[in-house]
């Protein structure tokens, strides 16, 4: 059965108004959520058979960056890139039915500058040799700061997991998902963009300590600075229409995305890939990860 895939990114528009300032997104420790969230909504599959929907995030060159005068410029060469893996969405493999009639949200994925969580990319079931409820699954992928990322899509027609080595990907890039990786945020109008349009931001808007924040969130920007000390404080209250969310869900930044009408992506490809693999402990993501890497290629000149 031939099918014909497409995929349309999910609060486009607002992730256009991210791009036109230069998106950055917060890295911690403990891991932070993104904002805006990845999501995705697919069609064109075939109805009966399954498919494996994945993501990952790629350094889209050799360049270490910082924000000067206002705007992002190169300060040398890119840090060296800790070993990453793919997410699997954990509703995979589904048939195309299922993952046609939702919206595909990687929301779960968590940014971290931790270089002792050697496992990056991956679910907790995977850490544990043993799988923990959905709703607690940890996702983590290990990021330098002041370094520019590129999310990518991927979908795999197979019904097994233990299948992606010998399957062919189809990989769907949009630009305007691009971001700096940072420890506090440097450009205040990102902080503004996102404290207007995050739901968990509710708490920096209006008065009390939300107002508190804000103004340190402002400072912190303006100073420009690169160290966790000061990233921005988590907000403290919810908006009424996201009570049923948990106050863990809300610390981490983990929010509903916006749903204009999605437009094609701006890039697609298709990879075949045939390497061995043991999924389940995830010993070889990596290496399907870099033979990706390989057919995007990737910009190299990071002169000052």
């Known amino acids: 059965v031939i099918d014909d895939p497409k995929v349309t990114l999910e609060g486009k528009d607002l992730w256009e108004k991210f791009h036109k300032l230069g998106t950055e997104m917060v890295i911690t420790k403990s891991g932070r959520r993104m904002f805006p969230a990845f999501k995705v909504r697919v069609s064109g599959l075939d109805k009966k058979s399954k498919y494996i929907l994945l993501m990952d995030i790629v350094a889209t060159d050799d360049c270490r960056y910082k924000f000067h005068n206002s705007r992002w410029m190169v300060a040398g060469k890119a840090d060296p890139e800790m070993p990453k893996r793919m997410y699997i969405h954990p509703d995979s493999p589904s048939t195309g039915e299922q993952w ?142 996201s009570s049923t969310v948990s106050k863990t869900e809300e610390s981490e930044l983990d929010v509903v995305g916006t749903s204009e009408s999605p437009r ?28 990706l890497h390989d057919d995007s290629g990737s910009e190299s000149s990071c002169s000052e």
């Open 100 to 241: 046609m009639q939702k919206v595909v949200s990687f929301h779960k994925l968590k940014l971290t500058n931790n270089i002792s969580d050697k496992h990056g990319f991956m679910r907790m079931c995977e850490r544990n040799n043993g799988c923990l409820p959905k709703e607690q699954e940890e996702v983590l992928t290990i990021l330098n700061s002041m370094h520019k990322y590129q999310p990518r899509f991927h979908l795999v027609r197979a019904n097994d997991i233990l299948k992606l080595p010998y399957s062919t990907f189809r990989t769907y890039v949009f630009k305007e998902t691009e971001f700096i990786a940072v420890t506090a945020y440097q450009n205040e109008k990102i902080t503004q963009l996102k404290i207007d349009n995050n739901p968990f931001a509710k708490g920096f808007r209006d008065t009390g300590a939300g107002k508190r924040e804000k103004k340190q969130a402002m400072l912190a920007a303006r100073h420009g600075s690169d160290s966790d000390k000061i990233s921005h404080p988590l907000p403290a209250r919810m908006s009424a229409d």
């Open 264 to 291: 094609p992506s701006l890039h697609t490809s298709m990879t075949p890939v045939s390497t061995s693999m043991n999924h389940s402990i995830g010993q070889d993501d990596d290496v399907i990860r870099r033979r």
